[in-house]
């Protein structure tokens, strides 16, 4: 249950961590696209009011500052505040509407009778100041036809001094449009718009969406702790499985079994954890089949010396040189077998370091042949000129040995051919391998066939031992009556 309790509060953290992460990343977009909006939004509905108002001032022929202004509070929309109108030398200064900053509430206004006026404001009254806004001129001309033009200059966005009423700033003024009548500035329209906190439809959106924010917050907390407490209960289960089969693997119980959960990372270990009950449970039974076999392999010569011993003590066995020769050989087996298993030892310790060189195949194999001192004429050497291994010597030659004197035991008058070319030496013998023990390269597999001429019964899992240090692999084989050994050291082709 602890463990439970924990998995739950740790997945638990996790899930919502993600989800209030998420939920950061998805504010700061919000604000950061809000206050885009907020920068551009009134550039957007200034630039719309401007074409409004050429439009209308080209449609209507409107030359007089009085029907400009009814003009101005035509083509205004429910985005639009408030317009400040006056004189280019503010003598006159007439304000409809409201500020950005909503001083009076409603700024759905769609015509000059719906806007709140101030007319006749006091110029002394104005405050002065600068702002960088859109700048939009239209000049009216009447050419000898009396045909009016209009000419609409494009956009600028450039700093510009402001004169405001008391109680605005020049942060209100979205833009200006200023109206020329034959290259005289007649009337300036200032042009105010509301934030988009202010704006009705913008303000209900924006409110809505930070109550679904706050709403998801809450959601994201339930949700984590419903998928943290299903998530967690199904892994305790599963974890309390491996805990459980790891205690039962520590005291030696290996008949474990797993069933499938469906999370990919449990099912992996659960599947390494029953190769490793497979594995030790094979290590087992091979333990004590090695110490039969090497009480076996080490009680026989034993055995054949008490007997002579006792044979000569009771006076069956005449105390003469074949006595001491026949002691003498079990003596010389006895210690060959312990020598074996001692050196197997030596060359299964993790930490051994083999020192590698490059070495003359051919010298290689001519002096493990030189060593045993045996007729040349039975062995062949077909080593291509130049091979040569990056190797430990010294292992790679007791290796050759050993494959040599078991092919020796098993055809002492046959011919034994030896060949190297790529990384592969190759050793071949007439004869033939015992049907019943496939793992020859195990030790006390019983697979070494000089087990049966009085040998170690040790060669062929040292000669395989030796390959895997060097991170290659040994293989035995029999095909038309030919004994074939593989020293196979992986060198890329």
């Known amino acids: 249950m602890f463990l439970s309790r924990r998995q739950f509060f740790r997945t638990f953290t996790t899930v919502l961590g993600i989800a209030l992460i998420i939920l950061l990343f998805q504010i700061i977009g919000l604000m950061a696209a809000g206050f885009f909006m907020s920068y551009s939004w009134p550039k957007y509905v200034t630039r719309d009011y401007m074409a409004e108002i050429k439009e209308k001032i080209i449609e209507t022929q409107a030359f007089t500052p009085e029907m400009i202004m009814d003009i101005a509070?035509?083509?205004?929309?429910?985005?639009?505040?408030?317009?400040?109108?006056?004189?280019?030398?503010?003598?006159?200064?007439?304000?409809?509407?409201?500020?950005?900053?909503?001083?009076?509430?409603?700024?759905?206004?769609?015509?000059?009778?719906?806007?709140?006026?101030?007319?006749?404001?006091?110029?002394?009254?104005?405050?002065?100041?600068?702002?960088?806004?859109?700048?939009?001129?239209?000049?009216?001309?009447?050419?000898?036809?009396?045909?009016?033009?209009?000419?609409?200059?494009?956009?600028?966005?450039?700093?510009?001094?402001?004169?405001?009423?008391?109680?605005?700033?020049?942060?209100?003024?979205?833009?200006?449009?200023?109206?020329?009548?034959?290259?005289?500035?007649?009337?300036?329209?200032?042009?105010?718009?509301?934030?988009?906190?202010?704006?009705?439809?913008?303000?209900?959106f924006l409110e809505h969406m930070v109550a679904s924010?706050?709403?998801?917050?809450?959601?994201?907390?339930?949700?984590?702790?419903?998928?943290?407490?299903?998530?967690?209960?199904?892994?305790?289960?599963?974890?309390?499985?491996?805990?459980?089969?790891?205690?039962?693997?520590?005291?030696?119980?290996?008949?474990?079994?797993?069933?499938?959960?469906?999370?990919?990372?449990?099912?992996?270990?659960?599947?390494?954890?029953?190769?490793l009950a497979r594995t030790l449970e094979t290590n087992r039974r091979n333990r004590q089949e090695w110490v039969r076999s090497i009480g076996h392999d080490l009680n026989t010569p034993i055995t054949s010396m008490t007997l002579l011993l006792d044979g000569a003590k009771d006076g069956i066995f005449p105390i003469n040189e074949n006595l001491v020769d026949s002691i003498s050989k079990e003596c010389r087996t006895l210690s060959s077998r312990i020598d074996s298993i001692r050196y197997y030892s030596f060359i299964s310790d993790p930490d051994l370091v083999i020192e590698k060189k490059d070495i003359e195949v051919f010298d290689l194999v001519d002096d493990v042949i030189s060593s045993l001192r045996v007729n040349r004429n039975i062995i062949k050497l077909d080593i291509k000129e130049g091979e040569k291994l990056c190797i430990d010597q010294k292992l790679v030659s007791r290796a050759i040995k050993e494959i040599v004197l078991n092919a020796l035991h098993e055809a002492p008058e046959g011919v034994i051919t030896i060949t190297a070319e790529g990384g592969v030496i190759t050793v071949t013998n007439p004869g033939h391998l015992p049907q019943s023990v496939p793992q020859f390269f195990e030790p006390w597999s019983r697979g070494d066939l000089s087990r049966h001429e009085g040998g170690s019964g040790m060669g062929l899992p040292i000669t395989g031992k030796i390959m895997e240090l060097h991170g290659g692999n040994a293989s035995i084989t029999e095909a038309d009556e030919t004994v074939k050994v593989v020293l196979d050291f992986k060198i890329d082709k």
């Open 73 to 204: 509070g035509d083509a205004v929309d429910g985005r639009v505040s408030g317009l400040i109108l006056h004189a280019p030398d503010y003598s006159k200064v007439v304000f409809f509407g409201t500020t950005p900053k909503g001083d009076v509430k409603g700024n759905d206004i769609s015509g000059v009778s719906q806007l709140r006026s101030y007319a006749g404001l006091n110029p002394d009254n104005l405050k002065n100041g600068s702002k960088r806004i859109w700048i939009a001129t239209y000049d009216i001309y009447e050419d000898e036809e009396n045909i009016n033009l209009v000419y609409y200059d494009e956009l600028l966005f450039e700093n510009r001094a402001i004169r405001v009423p008391q109680g605005m700033t020049p942060e209100d003024v979205s833009g200006r449009i200023i109206i020329s009548y034959n290259e005289e500035e007649v009337v300036i329209i200032e042009v105010l718009v509301s934030t988009l906190g202010v704006y009705g439809p913008t303000k209900f």
């Open 213 to 275: 924010l706050v709403s998801v917050l809450f959601v994201a907390i339930i949700v984590a702790m419903i998928s943290s407490f299903l998530y967690s209960r199904r892994n305790t289960r599963k974890i309390d499985a491996i805990k459980d089969t790891v205690s039962a693997l520590s005291h030696g119980r290996f008949d474990v079994e797993f069933k499938k959960t469906g999370v990919y990372e449990l099912d992996e270990i659960s599947d390494s954890l029953l190769l």
